[in-house]
């Protein structure tokens, strides 16, 4: 009977023993968790002291931080002109009074109404045109406007090359009728726009 009794005081010993180490564990898990956590609030606050210490000083700081003072400056640029890229690739720009991404070339944002500002003068002779509707920038390519609709025409010759090639009294009558409405021209016998679909 003796050697039950010390059988089961070894098990019993062993399993409080087992016990105790995985209280001591979680413990421990527990407070290591504890340390991580102001660990990341310690980074954190110098991440802000950096961030104060630049605003504030950035460009009369001692000559230490100059360099990497410098070296924000020029990120921060870097990334602005990416963020760029990306809205001319997806031909949106930022509304400057509440940031939301409006397509580029409309004369009011759709989020707030704030007044767009006018496309570059550059970017605009280059792939731009005005609408003789609205006054909006639009795509040279696009057949309506998308800001009101309005039929877009090709832009006007200068007037010496116009003189130069003004059509005769038998060339007009010959040219190819126009639809009233989107502005296409309209094939000879054509009962209906190929571009709207308007009856002629």
Request: proline share 4%.
């Amino acid at each position: 009977m003796g050697f039950f009794d010390d059988l089961g005081k070894k098990v019993t010993d062993a399993g409080q023993k087992a016990m105790q180490k995985t209280q001591e564990m979680s413990e421990i898990v527990r407070v290591n968790s504890l340390i991580s956590q102001n660990e990341n609030k310690i980074n954190n606050a110098y991440v802000q002291i950096g961030k104060l210490f630049v605003s504030t000083y950035g460009n009369e700081c001692e000559p230490e931080f100059a360099e990497m003072v410098a070296t924000v400056a020029e990120l921060e640029q870097q990334i602005a002109e990416y963020k760029k890229q990306i809205q001319d690739i997806k031909g949106i720009q930022r509304c400057e009074k509440c940031g939301a991404e409006v397509p580029r070339g409309v004369v009011f944002c759709s989020s707030c109404g704030a007044a767009m500002p006018k496309a570059d003068e550059q970017e605009a002779a280059d792939d731009s045109v005005k609408c003789p509707g609205c006054g909006n920038m639009v795509k040279k390519d696009v057949k309506f406007c998308s800001s009101c609709g309005h039929a877009m025409t090709p832009p006007a010759e200068d007037s010496a090359d116009t003189e130069a090639a003004a059509p005769s009294e038998s060339e007009k009558e010959a040219e190819e009728r126009v639809c009233t409405k989107c502005g296409a021209k309209l094939t000879e016998g054509s009962a209906f726009c190929s571009e709207c679909g308007t009856k002629v």
